[in-house]
């Protein structure tokens, strides 16, 4: 297995044959413009990354196609669904999908159907494919703890913070 990389960017002219495997940390910075992206301009749908998302990859190229699986993780700020509350959790998935890479060897500029993955001047940059990955793991609703009480729908306090006192709620946790 290859040292770990800092980047997911490949030449195709120098792309082993049979194939390479690898692990992969790629920082914040170098994430974020994907995951900006991704977002369209809603600063409240840009994640918080809080560590640096980490993962191993297993790329093989087929004519014209490349193979790619692996797994990615990485710890992120979050807001709880129940109880608006911020937290750390994780997202993380496997991958596995098969990309088109335009001729073979050819070095002129491709993008593949999904327009995850571009060929320009015969480098391949996957990154992109891995912040797709990314957003398509963000949990649908995020949950501090799994017995999240939520808040209160009379006085809106959290009630993981115990029992609130309103009149438009019972003295227990509901």
Request: negative net charge.
């Given at each position: 297995?290859?040292?770990?990389?800092?980047?997911?960017?490949?030449?195709?002219?120098?792309?082993?044959?049979?194939?390479?495997?690898?692990?992969?940390?790629?920082?914040?910075?170098?994430?974020?413009?994907?995951?900006?992206?991704?977002?369209?301009?809603?600063?409240?749908?840009?994640?918080?990354?809080?560590?640096?998302?980490?993962?191993?990859?297993?790329?093989?190229?087929?004519?014209?196609?490349?193979?790619?699986?692996?797994q990615f993780s990485v710890k992120t700020e979050m807001i709880c669904a129940r109880c608006l509350s911020t937290f750390i959790g994780k997202v993380g998935d496997t991958v596995d999908e098969v990309v088109e890479l335009g001729e073979p060897g050819g070095r002129e500029a491709h993008e593949d159907p999904d327009g995850l993955v571009r060929v320009k001047d015969g480098v391949f940059d996957l990154a992109p494919l891995v912040a797709e990955f990314f957003w398509l793991s963000w949990p649908v609703r995020a949950l501090c703890r799994p017995d999240c009480a939520g808040l209160c729908p009379g006085c809106g306090a959290n009630l993981n913070d115990g029992p609130c006192l309103c009149r438009g709620a019972t003295a227990t946790r509901h």
């Amino acid at each position: 297995m290859e040292p770990v990389r800092d980047n997911l960017r490949f030449a195709l002219d120098s792309f082993p044959e049979a194939g390479t495997e690898f692990e992969f940390v790629l920082s914040t910075s170098t994430l974020m413009p994907y995951l900006t992206v991704a977002a369209e301009g809603d600063p409240d749908g840009t994640p918080n990354l809080v560590t640096s998302l980490r993962g191993r990859l297993d790329l093989k190229l087929a004519g014209r196609r490349l193979i790619v699986k692996g797994q990615f993780s990485v710890k992120t700020e979050m807001i709880c669904a129940r109880c608006l509350s911020t937290f750390i959790g994780k997202v993380g998935d496997t991958v596995d999908e098969v990309v088109e890479l335009g001729e073979p060897g050819g070095r002129e500029a491709h993008e593949d159907p999904d327009g995850l993955v571009r060929v320009k001047d015969g480098v391949f940059d996957l990154a992109p494919l891995v912040a797709e990955f990314f957003w398509l793991s963000w949990p649908v609703r995020a949950l501090c703890r799994p017995d999240c009480a939520g808040l209160c729908p009379g006085c809106g306090a959290n009630l993981n913070d115990g029992p609130c006192l309103c009149r438009g709620a019972t003295a227990t946790r509901h």
